[in-house]
């Protein structure tokens, strides 16, 4: 499998393709990674240095991978966090470039916007770019449960509102719509869920809820579950396989004591999934 992912780099820490890239690598993937940005660091620091890549430049860089003939072996377009309003464009582009080299390719969107606690951390065009322009290309979506909401004009909390709210997103384009950070008013206290609707049908996956925030797991989530999807064919095992290795990396960051994703320590729960968690169907 390729995926070409089109996302941010850092070089402290692992957000954006700095999060990615790897965990794809480790399950087999070969990743033509293109950078949006290439930062010191993720801006939740509140200092970083380096530069924004100008859109042009970007798609200078896709245009050449283009040139190498690879567009026609890409499984999949990934792409996260648009710092810039023109990146939208490129990545439109890019999509439909690959479509038409290999129209069985697919378009993975994840919509970074914000979430419940920070509201909107994004420039205020973005989320309109995102719902006017790229969701809409997208086959795949991954938004968290309030970017669910902002693309939708609802207010998503339990089991039906959401998946209502998925229904509308899917009208829009994707065909898959992968909700992260799902959190209902009747759970059960201490944990935290994922839910993912296809035409298929629709599942969701509870995991306990480790008392930590962590830059990059989002990213991490959308590329893993783009990988299984796209290799099986099947919601519920790419999300049981992406709920299992998440929350091992989340689990060995947080006993680490470190601020940043345990990525390659990790490595093993990637490739080796224990599957500890089973998605219920909920339609």
Not at 3 to 19: K, M
Not at 94 to 99: D, L, P, Q, S
Not at 168 to 178: E, F, I, K, S, Y
């Amino acid at each position: 499998m390729k995926i070409l992912s089109i996302q941010s780099a850092v070089a402290y820490g692992h957000v954006g393709n700095s999060a990615a890239v790897f965990p794809l690598q480790r399950i087999g993937v070969e990743v033509l990674p293109v950078y949006t940005v290439n930062f010191s660091n993720h801006t939740g620091y509140g200092a970083w240095r380096g530069p924004l890549i100008d859109p042009n430049d970007v798609r200078e860089v896709i245009t050449g991978i283009e040139e190498r003939g690879v567009f026609g072996e890409i499984d999949a377009v990934l792409s996260g966090y648009q710092g810039g309003e023109g990146i939208g464009d490129v990545i439109i582009d890019a999509v439909a470039r690959v479509k038409a080299a290999n129209p069985e390719a697919v378009y993975a969107c994840d919509p970074v916007m914000g979430n419940a606690k920070s509201g909107c951390f994004v420039a205020p065009a973005i989320p309109i770019l995102l719902r006017e322009k790229v969701v809409p290309a997208a086959d795949i979506i991954t938004p968290n449960q309030f970017e669910l909401g902002f693309l939708t004009d609802t207010e998503p909390d339990t089991l039906e509102s959401t998946l209502a709210s998925v229904d509308l997103a899917m009208a829009m384009g994707p065909r898959t719509v992968l909700v992260t950070s799902v959190e209902r008013p009747d759970r059960e206290e201490g944990t935290i869920e994922m839910l993912v609707a296809d035409p298929t049908g629709a599942w969701i996956v509870q995991t306990p809820r480790l008392p930590m925030k962590a830059n990059g797991s989002g990213d991490v989530t959308a590329a893993l579950f783009t990988a299984h999807y796209v290799e099986t064919g099947d919601a519920k095992t790419a999300l049981e396989r992406t709920a299992s290795s998440v929350f091992d990396l989340l689990a060995a960051t947080l006993e680490s004591g470190a601020r940043e994703l345990q990525l390659v320590e990790a490595q093993e729960f990637y490739a080796h999934p224990r599957m500890q968690f089973t998605a219920r169907q909920v339609r």
